[in-house]
């Protein structure tokens, strides 16, 4: 059988892999995009999408509960677990087909199937048909990444969960065991934590959320735990003992070993890179600690091979998955590419109070030498928090003492994942202090807060 020639073959449709496969449509090449479960990848089928989508359920029933301060009855409020997730599942459904249309309206050929490189250039994709040959100079893998499992600690989706059976839950945890406070683990914690689950985080690292600033970790962990989390730090699980119904965790914290009860249990201690069974190794690609290993503009070092996204390492977000895939598409079309640099990328947290930061943290700015000014602005001082019935949370921002660039902004706080925009665009137009200070802010915002914590970095907090 001749092998099909395009210009450009994308492995994995994840955000990574589909945006590069239409960026390279839009430049005039042709494009083959192999997908071995769904169009849309983790994010849309099993991660970011339907994710926010139960987290939007939990955060109406809190709200529902808290009718009778704004003025309203809802009496005996309840949730219905299995219509919450079918929502969810919808949610995620609508927008996989719509990644199909997309592929269709760019003319990318799509091949459903598990692909791995036969040699330089060349991909061989397993289908129900049987084997297809494909041949291109460009080939980017974005294969992404899955659950890593501790020894152990293995999910059997009874017990034991990993992410995709917390989506589809087959019964309602009443005591429940989160291993892991990173963003995932967090937000399932705080969504069944907000359904009335028992719930309990065991962290190994010093503090919950530990990318984040560590005023911003200490404000979460004291809102979680006033919301009736229990928070284990600088704590670790050493073993499951499984029985009908039940996991007895053995977990160390401050050199003892305490036995505690639970019924369900979900592990999220991070994610391992899918580099296995592509053919990479007898390439010569580099793999580290299961990532591609590849340069600022994801080259693997072999000529005409890139990786992005998740099997590229961190920062394991969609976002920059999405980005790295334009920038590989326009540097193969020899267009000018800007490397996607990590400490641009902000990331955000949908737990509740929602959590989201980008460049540098306090700590971070000055291990690398900076003399900084820091701003910091609470909730309770914002008419809009007052008025919306969210008083708790802090924005606070880092500058260069030196020249007022902006190192970093850190949140906490009701819709904080939508305000860190602002800070974003602001760190990528280089923007100063001074320009931050003379932007008008729109009144009653939340967003007149990032106005405040600049002004409070430079001692002149209007509303403090």
Not at 324 to 353: F, N, Q, R, S
Not at 434 to 459: K, R
Request: charged share 25%.
């Amino acid at each position: 059988m001749a092998s099909k020639s395009f210009d450009l073959i994308v492995i994995g449709a994840g955000p990574g892999g589909y945006v590069a496969a239409i960026r390279g449509a839009q430049l005039g090449m042709s494009v083959a995009i192999v997908e071995r479960e769904h169009l849309g990848g983790i994010c849309l089928n099993w991660g970011c999408i339907p994710t926010k989508a139960m987290l939007r359920s939990s955060e109406v029933f809190h709200l529902m509960q808290r009718a009778k301060e704004f003025g309203l009855k809802a009496e005996k409020v309840d949730y219905d677990l299995d219509a919450v997730v079918k929502r969810s599942r919808k949610v995620a459904g609508q927008l996989s087909g719509g990644i199909g249309h997309l592929m269709k309206k760019n003319k990318v050929t799509v091949f459903m199937g598990e692909a791995k490189l036969a040699g330089k250039g060349k991909v061989s994709v397993k289908t129900d048909k049987g084997a297809e040959d494909l041949t291109a100079k460009n080939i980017v893998l974005a294969t992404g990444a899955r659950a890593r499992t501790l020894p152990g600690l293995e999910a059997d989706g009874d017990l034991v969960w990993t992410y995709k059976h917390a989506l589809e839950p087959k019964h309602m945890p009443k005591k429940l065991l989160v291993i892991g406070s990173g963003a995932i683990g967090i937000e399932f914690a705080s969504f069944y934590n907000t359904l009335g689950a028992d719930t309990t985080v065991v962290e190994v690292m010093d503090r919950v959320l530990p990318v984040e600033d560590e005023e911003i970790s200490a404000f979460a962990k004291k809102a979680f735990e006033k919301q009736g989390m229990k928070i284990m730090q600088k704590a670790m699980v050493k073993q499951l003992d499984r029985a009908k119904g039940k996991v007895t965790a053995h977990i160390e914290v401050g050199g003892k070993v305490e036995k505690h009860e639970f019924d369900t249990v979900i592990s999220a201690v991070g994610i391992v890179g899918n580099v296995e069974g592509l053919g990479l190794e007898e390439l010569g690609v580099k793999i580290d600690r299961s990532h591609v290993v590849t340069d600022e503009f994801c080259r693997t070092g072999i000529e005409g091979l890139y990786a992005i996204g998740d099997v590229a390492g961190a920062p394991w977000l969609a976002h920059k998955a999405s980005h790295e895939g334009v920038m590989v598409a326009d540097l193969i079309a020899g267009k000018h590419a800007h490397p996607v640099k990590p400490e641009t990328i902000a990331g955000c947290t949908y737990c509740h109070p929602q959590v989201a930061s980008v460049g540098y943290s306090e700590a971070k700015a000055k291990e690398l030498g900076y003399t900084v000014k820091v701003g910091r602005f609470p909730f309770i001082g914002n008419g809009k928090a007052i008025a919306l019935g969210e008083p708790e949370g802090m924005i606070k921002t880092v500058f260069d003492a030196k020249t007022g660039e902006l190192l970093g902004a850190h949140m906490v706080g009701a819709e904080v994942t939508e305000l860190i925009q602002g800070y974003v665009v602001g760190r990528q137009l280089e923007t100063t202090e001074e320009d931050l200070m003379n932007t008008v802010f729109p009144h009653p915002t939340l967003s007149e807060m990032m106005h405040e914590s600049v002004l409070d970095a430079y001692d002149r907090v209007i509303h403090m």
